[in-house]
């Protein structure tokens, strides 16, 4: 529990000095999204671990009464979530006069309470998932659906009405504060009493995974298992990602629930007509980073966290599984293998993590465009700068999938390796307003572009991006292909993840200084 | 006919099957051109490697107590030894004398020899005539 | 038999895990036909070599040889023609035991569907359950059926029967015997690693007992019950001193002596009956004891 600790106090740290003004939670800041899955994790490894290793039935058996385990969980639980929240909210002396507004408090504040909500409620999921993934998964979508959906359908249908905003702001607020507090409480009391009255089923404790694989079973008939071990090995693969296939079905689902209430409240209100054709009625995705869109944010944290589970599954899931050996012992050249995982991961990501929210934004903005099939140039522009990330962070994952035993373990370690990444980058790069502040690379970048080397650039990120491509790969396949791992391998990993992170910052200067010099000249 | 292995004994497993079916050929358990249980079913039964009941029957081919016809199975064959008389008369003599040796190891007299061995001779008839 | 032509060959194989000696220093042959037991207490250092046979750990030190062929690097080309059946046996979840045998095949050159429906009807498998829903012993069935329906010349046994049922125990033993070696008994070989000794005791045609990464014993099994006997006398009077049959291990109480006796010589035996003796009684130990007192 300690390492989760640690993350959460630095997540909060984080939180805590990186806060801005203009900075409204529902933006997505990355940090505090960060800061509320950390805690979901922290929750649902106190539970999720004991549960898929089947040693709770151990731990139940213990002369405790099933109350005092459960607040000996809790209690640790609860310490890691007030001290990160009192990093996040407590103003030490020597803070005063950074410029924090009472606006910056508040989201604090509602930080702290989006914290609470979904840690209070993830002992629950990861109870009735079975499994510490899937407890993250599902604990992530419940406060998620109870508050951007209905908050944006209050938004909207209030400001139909012509509510001011100040107003709008104070009922969403009211409503939040009432809406997650009851949902968390209600949550919470419901695992207590879960807990009490636990039953050591023992097999099949898997929601999540069950319920994928019962779903997907006849979809991928297409790609018949026959004679062919190509075709065989590529269907396997694709069934091994299938919490992330749940995780992009519920976000499919709210999206589409979330429209259809629109519909019928605007319908109700028969204007949605003119609101459809001109395509205010609800946002889009723009390319004006974590802008105003109020999906945007959940849907930007979503395309960033699929390409990281589905790397991480890619090995992970069959050593949790045990078939992992069982697949090194076939008559099949590990090579091949590696590679197909490889291709089928990218596929994967690629189809969930980066066309799936596509359709949906494209659906979301002018239908009439959208069935032109022209998608908007800003989405192109999206599309084609979030390919090569996350190609990138689809193979990070699925080398620390190499490495790792779990795929939460997995997850963490890719996610930890890009949030260095992030975090490098700002800090070499200076935090804050960056677009207005220059380092070596950013002006490099800017040089590159006026002296008309922008070919040269292009080519230079290119390469970049196709060197640590095959780096993760050939470092991956040492990972898989073999049972043990000396211990020069962990730090070559760990040198390997250093040179990626301090080389790709230094790209990404250089990219960001042309963007901005582009976007002056 | 029932065989049974006993992996308590110094003998090995094969050289127990030889035995076990060479004595229910002498008490009439089992009669010339009488089928033997193939290989597998025996194997299987007495849970032992196919191999050794392999190696007993070829044993017992060699020795010319069974003939094998191929796809029909082994069969108890005639007794008609394809050793000269005096050849068997010999290995008889070689037998005797170890029991003699032994029967002086445990101090049985000859007397005694004598007649334990025509109990037994009478008991393989007796069993030989009721299996008729 | 010319040793290339064996089916595994191990010589002076060192294997360690950082400061611990796994293997140190093993060798082994198998002979094709053969059944051979590979026998030790837990951590000797069996897993460890089976899963350098099938190139899943490097050796650090030694040779091996599997047909012939170097397993790290003619991969493909030894594991085609082995089947491994492992102790955790482990299948996907989503995957019925049709589509798990469909899966399997889909990397073998041959297949034999007649043993498969044979084995899946007697083993009373439904075809179309559920990996999920297969009790643990319906599992190593499985695993079984997928490790002989190709037709392997080596079927590697690592721990196959330990937490079965005796049902399911006794019909693994006459699938192998059966299914597996009846096809080709010549190139048919078997290497069982387990601690169920008394169940393969009549399979096993030699064996290898190991400990601390070193062979102990290392014979055919006629040849061991030959030489590994237990000896119970009682005497008429107070028993001699034996010390001239350098017993493994003695017992005695009053008259009665019980001695096991690691190198069983007819000369021996014939010596101790010699003395005056009220009842003498001479057994070959069985594969177990045998283990048990070669590692006490």
């Given at each position: 529990m300690l390492p989760y600790w640690l993350g959460l106090l630095v997540a909060a740290i984080f939180v805590h000095f990186s806060a801005t003004p203009n900075d409204s939670f529902w933006d997505g800041h990355p940090a505090r999204m960060l800061l509320v899955i950390l805690g979901a994790v922290m929750g649902a490894v106190s539970f999720g671990v004991e549960l898929s290793s089947n040693t709770l039935p151990l731990l139940l058996?213990?002369?405790?009464s099933r109350n005092r385990l459960w607040w000996e969980k809790m209690s640790v639980f609860g310490a890691a979530l007030t001290t990160a929240s009192l990093v996040m909210v407590v103003r030490t002396p020597?803070?005063?006069?950074?410029?924090?507004?009472s606006g910056i408090l508040v989201d604090q504040w509602s930080a702290v309470v989006m914290l609470w909500a979904v840690a209070l409620s993830i002992p629950l999921w990861t109870l009735v998932a079975g499994t510490a993934l899937g407890g993250t998964v599902l604990g992530l979508a419940g406060p998620f659906i109870l508050s951007v959906p209905l908050v944006a359908l209050i938004e909207i249908t209030m400001e139909r009405r012509g509510i001011d905003f100040i107003r709008i702001a104070r009922v969403v607020h009211t409503y939040l504060s009432v809406a997650l507090p009851v949902y968390a409480l209600s949550c919470f009391l419901a695992a207590w009493w879960r807990f009490c009255h636990y039953?050591?089923?023992?097999?099949?404790?898997d929601l999540l995974a069950g319920f994928a694989a019962r779903s997907t079973?006849?979809?991928?008939?297409?790609?018949?298992?026959?004679?062919?071990p190509f075709w065989n090995l590529v269907r396997k693969e694709v069934l091994l990602h299938r919490v992330s296939f749940v995780m992009a079905g519920l976000m499919t689902g709210v999206w589409f629930l979330f429209l259809a209430m629109l519909a019928i409240v605007e319908g109700l209100r028969g204007q949605i007509t003119d609101e459809v054709k001109n395509g205010t009625l609800i946002p889009t995705l723009s390319?004006?980073?974590?802008?105003?869109?109020?999906?945007a944010g959940p849907l930007v944290i979503y395309a960033m966290m699929i390409p990281i589970l589905v790397g991480a599954s890619a090995v992970a899931e069959e050593r949790t599984l045990g078939t992992h050996l069982m697949n090194l012992t076939l008559p099949s050249l590990r090579r091949g293998q590696w590679g197909i995982k490889c291709l089928v991961a990218v596929g994967v990501s690629f189809v969930l993590g980066l066309v799936l929210p596509c359709c949906a934004s494209v659906v979301s903005s002018d239908v009439r465009q959208a069935l032109g099939s022209i998608p908007s140039r800003e989405l192109l522009q999206l599309a084609l700068i979030l390919t090569p990330i996350q190609l990138l962070m689809v193979l990070a994952a699925t080398w620390a999938s190499a490495l790792c035993q779990t795929t939460l373990r997995s997850a963490g370690l890719a996610t930890v390796m890009i949030a260095s990444l992030f975090v490098w980058t700002v800090i070499s790069l200076n935090i804050?307003?960056?677009?207005h502040q220059g380092v070596v690379s950013r002006a490099v970048g800017e040089m590159m572009l006026h002296d008309g080397l922008k070919a040269a650039m292009i080519l230079l990120a290119v390469f970049s991006v196709v060197g640590a491509v095959i780096a993760f790969l050939v470092l991956g396949y040492r990972g898989f292909r073999g049972l043990e791992r000396r211990r020069w391998e962990h730090w070559a990993g760990f040198g390997a993840v250093c040179i990626f992170v301090l080389f790709m910052s230094q790209m990404a200067g250089i990219l960001l200084g042309a963007l901005h010099g582009q976007g002056q000249g | 006919m029932f065989i049974q292995i006993n992996?308590?004994?110094?003998?090995p497993a094969y050289l127990q099957i030889v035995d076990q079916i060479k004595w229910a050929a002498a008490s009439g358990a089992i009669r010339a051109g009488e089928p033997l249980p193939s290989i597998r079913p025996l194997s299987e039964q007495l849970r032992i490697n196919r191999n050794t009941v392999a190696k007993a029957y070829s044993e017992l081919e060699s020795q010319g107590v069974i003939e094998t016809s191929a796809g029909r199975g082994c069969f108890l064959k005639n007794?008609?030894?394809?050793?000269?008389k005096e050849v068997r008369h010999e290995l008889m003599i070689e037998e005797i004398d170890g029991v003699i040796v032994q029967a002086h190891h445990l101090q049985i007299s000859g007397k005694d020899l004598l007649r334990m061995v025509g109990e037994r001779l009478e008991h393989f008839e007796d069993s030989n005539n009721n299996h008729k | 038999m010319k040793s290339t032509d064996a089916v595994i060959e191990i010589r002076g194989l060192h294997k360690s895990y950082g400061a611990t000696d796994?293997?140190?220093?093993l060798d082994l042959m198998v002979r094709p036909g053969r059944c051979y037991g590979f026998f030790g207490r837990n951590g000797a250092g069996k897993t460890t070599t089976i899963k350098c046979l099938l190139n899943l750990l490097k050796p650090n030190q030694g040779t091996v040889r599997v047909f012939g062929r170097d397993p790290s690097k003619q991969e493909v080309e030894v594991k085609s023609r082995l089947a491994y059946v492992p102790d955790q046996v482990a299948f996907y979840?989503?995957?019925t035991v049709n589509e798990t045998l469909r899966y399997l095949e889909s990397f073998r050159r041959k297949w034999n569907r007649d043993i498969e429906n044979d084995l899946l009807e007697r083993f009373d498998l439904?075809?179309?359950?559920?990996?999920?829903?297969?009790s643990k012993g319906q599992r190593t069935q499985l695993a079984l059926i997928s490790a002989v329906c190709p037709e392997p010349e080596l079927l590697v046994l690592d721990?196959?029967?330990?937490?079965?049922d005796p049902i399911v125990r006794r019909e693994f033993i006459e699938t192998v015997i059966g299914?597996?070696?009846?096809?080709d008994p010549e190139r048919r070989t078997i290497l069982v690693s387990t601690h169920l000794i008394r169940e393969f005791e009549g399979l096993i045609d030699e064996f290898t007992i190991i400990n601390n990464g070193r062979e102990v014993v290392s014979m055919e099994a006629d040849t061991a019950r030959r030489q590994f006997q237990r000896v119970r006398a009682r005497f008429v009077h107070a028993p001699p001193d034996?010390?001239?049959?350098?017993?493994r291990s003695m017992r005695r109480e009053g008259r009665e002596v019980e001695m096991v006796l690691h190198e069983a010589a007819p000369e021996l035996l014939e010596r101790l009956r010699?003395?005056?003796?009220?009842s003498f009684d001479v057994e070959s130990l069985s594969l177990e004891e045998i283990f048990v007192s070669s590692l006490r």
């Open positions: 058996v213990q002369p405790l020597w803070e005063e006069g950074w410029g924090w507004g039953q050591a089923k023992g097999n099949g404790g079973r006849g979809r991928f008939v297409f790609l018949r298992s026959g004679r062919d390319l004006d980073g974590f802008g105003i869109g109020l999906f804050g307003d960056f677009w | 992996f308590s004994s110094p003998k007794p008609g030894s394809p050793l000269k | 796994a293997v140190n220093g979840p989503w995957m439904d075809a179309s359950k559920l990996t999920t829903a297969l721990e196959p029967t330990s937490g079965l299914a597996y070696q009846e096809a034996l010390a001239f049959a350098s017993p010699g003395y005056p003796l009220e």
